[in-house]
């Protein structure tokens, strides 16, 4: 059974830093893409971050491009969002996802076969 866990989320000032880990387990394969989505209140979902085992792509929409990072740390399964400058319109439930499988994260691919239960992520002062 896939299982992701987020941790990270928390409350932060505009202009702050927060950095999310998504721990994956059961993958059970060597190829897969994992990323983020989130969810403001009142919003669709939106996917926001991906990056891929097969090759190494990443991708990051635009209205974070600049401001976060995606990575990963293949020894302890855990992908990594690093997110500063933040913004009261980054508040949101993100969620650590995951297609498994030989995928390129290009254009605005972002996983979404497998989620975790997401952390809240509020940037007010």
């Known amino acids: 059974q896939v299982q992701l866990v987020e941790s990270g989320g928390g409350l932060v000032p505009p202009g702050g830093s927060l950095r999310l880990s998504c721990a994956a387990s059961?993958?059970?394969?060597?190829?897969?893409?994992i990323g983020w989505f989130r969810q403001a209140p009142g919003k669709e979902r939106e996917g926001i971050a991906c990056?891929?085992?097969?090759?190494?792509?990443?991708y990051l929409e635009d209205s974070v491009k600049g401001r976060f990072t995606i990575s990963k740390d293949d020894a302890e399964n855990t992908v990594y969002l690093q997110m500063n400058s933040l913004k009261p319109e980054d508040t949101a439930v993100y969620y650590c996802t995951v297609d498994i499988g030989f995928y390129g994260c290009y254009r605005n691919y972002v996983p979404d076969d497998y989620w975790g239960q997401g952390t809240q992520v509020t940037v007010s002062s």
């Open positions: 059961g993958l059970r394969a060597d190829y897969y893409a």
């Open positions: 990056i891929s085992t097969s090759d190494g792509s990443t």
